[in-house]
């Protein structure tokens, strides 16, 4: 029995990774002591359930559905962790944290240091990514995402909200003139920030209840945040950006701001992502009410345009 449940246990994770390797690493075992399970599983049940080549490992079909029982057992595992971690409160054992990589700048992760540092007995694992990930599959406690919409079926706490603002460097406004309404960004080259999920060619502005919408044209699209910064620093053409991304920008005259009387309607929320569990672990908790107490906190707090 206990090796039947040791080999789901396997299977489930080789699935989440689709590695023998990370697998193996995962597990804390040799990558040979993976595949021999598996071969032993499949050979108990007469099925083939990992599909092999070169470079990828994948379940077929019903190796996919076994391995769901496989995982219902690391879940089970994990809350009877928690359950007994909370009853003691140790922040301890692994943490592994996604977070949105436009926002893993040199704030958050000043903020990530300090959270280790106070946890000492905590390794913290930290993955930056631009994509939506799966929680459970890839085998995250947490994302801080900024997302107008979190995953379904998962917890979302509000830390904090980023706001954009429109900007330019001196050398493109010089050559090319400073806007003064927002339907003036029709005549000028915008950077757009443009991925496979998500992309901003609309620009919302309010002015003394006034709304309008421009839609935003330009030669340079880009789905990466902080290469949005970069071309526009670079004088490239106006950009729409989230605040966080501005540090001294504004200060040191790199970027000036454009139409300061017109706000920017654009609000994207920035969650603490996890699954949904009876016993939240002691070191996710902390975390999320650390991250919580940070961002209310300059340079996070009140994430709001800078006006020159």
């Not at 406004?173 to 003036?184: F, I, Y």
């Not at 991304?245 to 994207?268: G, H, Y």
Request: glycine fraction near 6%; include cysteine.
């Amino acid at each position: 029995m206990l090796d039947n449940l040791q080999q789901m246990v396997i299977l489930a994770t080789v699935g989440n990774e689709q590695n023998f390797t990370r697998a193996a690493e995962r597990l804390g075992i040799s990558k040979s002591q993976v595949s021999k399970q598996i071969r032993f599983l499949e050979e108990r049940l007469g099925c083939q359930l990992v599909q092999r080549s070169t470079r990828t490992v994948a379940l077929t079909d019903i190796g996919l559905q076994y391995s769901e029982y496989g995982q219902q057992l690391v879940d089970t595992v994990n809350e009877a962790e928690a359950m007994v971690a909370g009853y003691r409160d140790e922040v301890k054992g692994v943490l592994r944290v996604g977070v949105a990589q436009s926002f893993g700048n040199s704030n958050i992760t000043s903020a990530l240091a300090e959270f280790q540092k106070a946890h000492p007995d905590l390794e913290l694992e930290v993955s930056l990514f631009d994509h939506r990930p799966n929680l459970l599959e890839e085998g995250f406690d947490c994302w801080v995402a900024i997302h107008e919409h979190p995953p379904e079926g998962m917890v979302a706490r509000r830390l904090a909200n980023c706001n954009f603002v429109v900007v330019a460097s001196p050398e493109y406004l010089a050559e090319h003139g400073v806007p003064q309404l927002p339907g003036d960004l029709r005549r000028h080259n915008c950077i757009t920030y443009q991925s496979r999920e998500r992309k901003y060619v609309n620009w919302e502005f309010t002015r003394d209840g006034v709304h309008q919408s421009i839609r935003a044209r330009g030669n340079y699209r880009i789905d990466n945040a902080p290469a949005v910064l970069d071309a526009a620093t670079s004088g490239l053409g106006i950009a729409y950006l989230s605040t966080y991304l501005i540090t001294d920008e504004l200060v040191n005259n790199k970027l000036v701001q454009l139409l300061p009387e017109w706000k920017a309607d654009v609000e994207l929320p920035i969650y603490a992502v996890y699954p949904r569990r009876k016993y939240l672990a002691p070191k996710v908790r902390s975390f999320i009410d650390f991250m919580a107490e940070r961002m209310a906190k300059p340079p996070f707090k009140e994430l709001n345009p800078i006006t020159s």
